[in-house]
């Protein structure tokens, strides 16, 4: 899909085959664009559109080309398809003095706030303008879903470390959340760093059409995925935490049941030599003939058991 944003608050138009496009265009935006729509945009910028294996290609000298016109800039990992599920698709960006224009492959919320932006009274009044409000929308949903994060692990930890854990599953179901925290703090720093790499390009050789006074934005942006990066390692280090604390505690359930399976092992043993010895059907055996030999075998076969869990008592291992 090709949709084009205008300056001035205009409505965005969906591209169609053989409709004409708005001169106030400052982006184009697609998402899994058809080779149709990448030849409109091709002729719309003037130049040809990266493939998505480029735009996916992890060398430096690919993420970031720059000419007196045209600027290309690649993020290889940015959102998954199917919200958390998917894979990582990349995102690439196309700017020049008169236009902006997006690759991407999944939806992106960051993406739906600049375009809510743009049909609003303080839209983005140029292609760098949009670009840099895209940056900082970038940066504000990652630092949000951090933040949504870092609660969440908050209660995880509550419901973990309570005193009494009433759930049996409750260790599982916390293993299987903090994968899932792990593969959300994954996908979001893969994307910070990204447009971390992409705004220090821009702080250090930014081409010369863009205006200086742009380029502090670009710094505080930076900054900002500054902040973002310690918040992250923090996160991190959290939830190794408790990915080791839940591992932990998951050991110590299955030790106390091997204890407990030990013990009884241990206590049923001995009423068991018993018992077989006193079941041989042998007519020399003395306890046979005595008058209370039953009662004594009864005996014998309970004091057996009792005084092994006397023994485990006082040495506080029950």
Sequence with gaps: MLTIYSSGSKPPQVWQPGTGVPRSAIWIDMIEPSEDERQQAAVLLGTRLPT??????????????????VLRL??????????????????????????????????????DQVAAMIASADAPQSAIDVFIALM?????VGADRLESLGNDLSTLSEEVFAELRSERNLLRN?????????????????????????????????????????????RSIQADLGSLSEFQQQLSDRLQFMLDAVLGLINNDQNDIIKVLTIVSVVT????????????????????NWPHGY????TMIVLSMVLPLIFFKVKKWL
């Design 52 to 69: 998505r294996d480029q735009t996916s290609a992890i060398e430096l000298s690919s993420r970031f080309r720059s000419s007196e016109t």
């Design 136 to 140: 900082e929308s970038i940066v504000d």
């Design 295 to 298: 009662a004594f075998g009864l």
């Design 174 to 218: 916390a293993l299987l959340q903090v994968g899932a925290m792990q593969r959300q703090v994954n996908q979001i720093r893969a994307a910070m760093l990204g447009a971390s790499r992409v705004t220090t390009f821009m702080c250090d050789t930014a081409p010369k059409w863009i205006e200086s006074d742009l380029h502090g934005q670009f």
């Design 269 to 288: 043993v001995p009423p068991m030599i018993l018992a077989g010895i006193w079941g041989m059907n042998f007519k020399s055996i003395p306890e046979y």
């Design 74 to 111: 690649n993020i290889p990992s940015f959102v998954r398809t199917h919200g958390t599920k998917g894979l990582m698709t990349p995102l690439g960006f196309i700017v020049t003095p008169e236009m902006l224009a997006t690759v991407r492959y999944a939806d992106s919320l960051s993406f």
